[in-house]
């Protein structure tokens, strides 16, 4: 007895939008980057940590070079929650072509929050175990992981917008109808979109200065594209364009790391 694929969030059959899921689904996100902002500057942050015996300084969090009374690597994470959160609200506004209720939008939602609220209890609790005074300028503040965290967050971000814009614009032009977009990002893997967001959510655990943390985040997010999202949606192009998919899979044989899966 066969398996039925997971079913994701998108009713990728229903071309409609739905306008309340869209609307939860962009304002849940712009708020997510106030909310990280609140936990940082109001000691909620500081508080919780306490609640589950971990260590945190709110003292840490405001000192050095920063933005709104925050500190380097804490201002660098905020500008990193609103600009991911700013991108997935144009991305539902703008590009997005599929039906995605309001419960399902809530699910996203919520779960992008919980992930950066673990993200900036672990910024908290690594600032206050670290043995390095906060000193200088914002730049000499951040160490080689903000850097790197950085780096990936500007690749992914600008992978998942420009494979997603790319793919709308592929299938507005009517002589691609009936076809899959081989084009660009989509040449090399058949989920690039999926790569841009491990590789910035990646980037902020990165940020955070721990590495336990990020590759245990890097280990969930890709369980959950790879039992997941990619599963879904390959059922749903199979279904929908049968050998055409078949052949888009021969010709572009990785899922998201090219040469590797």
């Given at each position: 007895m066969?398996s ?6 998108f ?6 939008i ?6 939860i ?27 589950i015996?971990?260590r ?12 709104a009374?925050?500190?380097p ?8 929650y ?42 908290v ?11 200088g ?35 507005k032009?009517?002589?691609?109808k009936g076809?899959i ?35 245990v ?14 599963p ?12 055409k998919?078949?052949?888009?899979r021969?010709r ?10």
């Amino acid at each position: 007895m066969s398996s039925k694929p997971p079913q994701g969030p998108f009713q990728r059959q229903n071309p409609n939008i739905s306008v309340p899921g869209a609307a939860i689904f962009a304002l849940g996100r712009l708020g997510d980057a106030p909310l990280q902002y609140a936990l940082f500057t109001q000691g909620w942050a500081v508080k919780a940590l306490a609640a589950i015996g971990l260590r945190g300084s709110n003292v840490l969090v405001t000192a050095g070079p920063g933005v709104a009374g925050l500190g380097p690597i804490p201002t660098l994470l905020t500008g990193m929650y609103a600009v991911a959160g700013m991108r997935h609200a144009y991305w539902s506004v703008f590009t997005s072509s599929n039906y995605c209720g309001v419960g399902d939008s809530l699910q996203i939602v919520i779960y992008n929050a919980t992930v950066n609220v673990i993200n900036t209890l672990v910024a908290v609790h690594t600032l206050t175990s670290s043995t390095n005074p906060v000193l200088g300028s914002f730049t000499e503040c951040l160490a080689w992981k903000q850097w790197a965290g950085l780096a990936l967050f500007a690749l992914g971000v600008s992978l998942e917008m420009i494979s997603e814009n790319s793919r709308k614009q592929f299938k507005k032009d009517p002589k691609n109808k009936g076809k899959i977009d081989d084009t660009g990002l989509w040449s090399v893997v058949r989920h690039p979109n999926y790569l841009g967001y491990f590789l910035w959510r990646v980037g902020i655990s990165l940020t955070t200065g721990s590495l336990v943390s990020s590759a245990v985040l890097a280990s969930f997010q890709f369980a959950i594209f790879f039992f997941g999202g990619i599963p879904e949606i390959s059922s749903y192009m199979a279904t929908k364009y049968d050998a055409k998919w078949a052949d888009y899979r021969k010709r572009v044989p990785s899922a998201m790391f090219p040469g590797i899966f």
